[in-house]
C-alpha cells in the first residue's frame, strides 16, 4: 500500500469517527431530548416500577411474640388466621395496600387479604383470609397504639388473652390490650 493510499483509508476512517461522534452528541439535539432528559426518564420508569412492587413484611404481636400466619399456606378461602413462631415463611408475611380509611392486608404465600368472617361486627370473630376485595371488612387501620382496627367492625385484630401458643387463632375484640400490638 503506498503513502498516499494509507493516508487516505486513514482520513476516511477519522471522518467516519467524527461523524458518528457528531451524530452521537447532536442527535439529543435534534429529537428535542437530552442524554440528561434520557437518564431522568430511566430514573422516573425504575421509581414508579419500585413503587408498584409490595413490600412484604411479618406482622408481629407485642404480646405474644408470635407472628400472623396462614397455616401450611393453605390457599382455600375462609381459613381462619393464626400465631406462629416467627419464621422466613411467606404464610407469615403480609403487605398492606393503601385504601380509604386504611389498609388492605395480602398475604404473600396465598394472596389472599386479611378479612373477618362474614363481615361481621361481633367481638370474637375469626380472622380469616378472602379474595382481596373492596369491602370494608378488609379494611384495617393502623392506628397511634400499634393496633390494626378493622373498618367494618371498629374491633381490634387480637391474639385471645396474649396466649403464646402456636396455632391460637386471631380474632377480632373491643380494642384494649397488648394481645392487639401489631409491628411489622
Known amino acids: ?27 439529543p439535539a435534534l429529537t428535542g431530548s ?11 420508569a425504575a421509581t ?14 407485642q404480646g405474644t411474640g408470635k407472628c400472623l400466619a396462614v397455616p401450611s399456606a393453605n390457599p382455600a378461602n375462609g ?13 407469615q408475611y403480609w403487605t398492606l395496600e393503601p385504601v380509604t380509611n386504611g389498609y388492605r392486608v395480602r398475604n404473600q404465600a396465598t394472596g389472599k387479604c ?4 362474614s363481615s361481621s ?7 380469616i383470609q378472602w379474595p382481596c376485595s373492596a369491602n370494608t371488612d378488609q379494611v384495617w387501620a393502623h392506628d397511634e397504639t400499634d393496633r390494626l382496627r378493622n ?28 394481645d392487639q400490638q401489631w409491628l411489622w
Open 48 to 61: 414508579a416500577a419500585a413503587a408498584e412492587t409490595p413490600v412484604y413484611a411479618r406482622l408481629y404481636n
Open 121 to 127: 361486627t361481633d367481638g370474637g370473630a375469626k380472622a
Open 151 to 178: 373498618d367494618n367492625s371498629s374491633l381490634c385484630l387480637a391474639i385471645p388473652n396474649s396466649t403464646t401458643t402456636n396455632g391460637t387463632e386471631a380474632m377480632q375484640w373491643t380494642c384494649s390490650g397488648r
Open 79 to 91: 381459613v381462619v388466621l393464626i400465631q406462629w413462631t416467627c419464621s422466613t415463611s411467606a404464610s
Open 1 to 27: 500500500m503506498t503513502r498516499s493510499r494509507a493516508s487516505a483509508t486513514s482520513r476516511v476512517r477519522r471522518r467516519a469517527v467524527g461523524l458518528a461522534a457528531l451524530a452521537l452528541v447532536g442527535a
Open 34 to 44: 437530552s442524554l440528561t432528559g434520557t437518564a431522568s426518564a430511566a430514573e422516573s
Open 114 to 117: 386479611l378479612s373477618i368472617g
